[in-house]
């Protein structure tokens, strides 16, 4: 599988999992400088975020990048070259990386249904170093899948998914973090799964996914 960049008005990303019309008259051209490759059986991409360096992350289900032993998580130069300073230890035992967050100070957010190969533990919810190394001073774990994080703009962390406990105790499918992944207590939780989470320019947050309250 190709990862394939094209050229608008704005520079974007895109997972060719899918046909791709191109017209003439849209001014979109393949950045052909562009071809980083992914593998595996089936290949399976479900997150990407750009870093303000350019770099690029990529998440899902894989194991090799650019013919180089590489789980679920990679990071990109911007011309497409495999970052070599970058490696992630961690695993998700076929489920794939869910979302990707990148923090002002570099750190990574990662969610999906992980396994910490360091410490032998499963989490919903990880923080890397701009090195791809545990943040061991980021303490936020979920008994399940994390398909969706945002930072609000006071460092606070919202996590949303299919989990019904975070740090040990009952907080189903939406959660508050503060910036060190302690649990930020007086916030609503689901009665569903958690799809998607977004922040409006007014702090509110629209919430998407498979409940009804």
Avoid: C, W
Avoid at 8 to 13: E, Q, S, Y
């Amino acid at each position: 599988m190709k990862l394939l960049k094209i050229h608008h008005f704005i520079p974007f990303l895109i997972i060719l999992a899918f046909a791709v019309t191109f017209n003439a008259q849209t001014g979109i051209s393949l950045d052909q400088a562009f071809s980083p490759t992914l593998e595996y059986y089936p290949v399976n991409v479900t997150a990407v975020a750009k870093q303000p360096d350019g770099k690029i992350l990529v998440g899902g289900l894989f194991s090799l990048a650019n013919q180089t032993q590489k789980n679920d998580l990679v990071r990109y130069n911007a011309d497409g070259s495999l970052d070599t300073t970058f490696s992630a230890f961690i695993s998700t035992y076929g489920f794939g990386i869910k979302t990707i967050v990148t923090q002002t100070d570099g750190k990574i957010l990662v969610g999906g249904n992980l396994f910490n190969l360091n410490e032998g533990t499963t989490t919903g919810i990880l923080r890397l170093n701009s090195n791809g190394s545990l943040d061991t001073g980021f303490f936020g774990s979920t008994s399940s899948t994390v398909y969706s994080i945002v930072i609000l703009p006071n460092g606070n962390i919202i996590a949303g998914g299919a989990f019904g406990t975070v740090n040990g105790s009952p907080n189903p499918r939406l959660v508050r973090f503060n910036s060190n992944g302690t649990v930020n207590a007086g916030f609503p939780q689901g009665n569903g799964t958690v799809r998607s989470i977004a922040v409006q320019t007014d702090g509110k947050l629209i919430v998407a996914g498979d409940f009804t309250t």
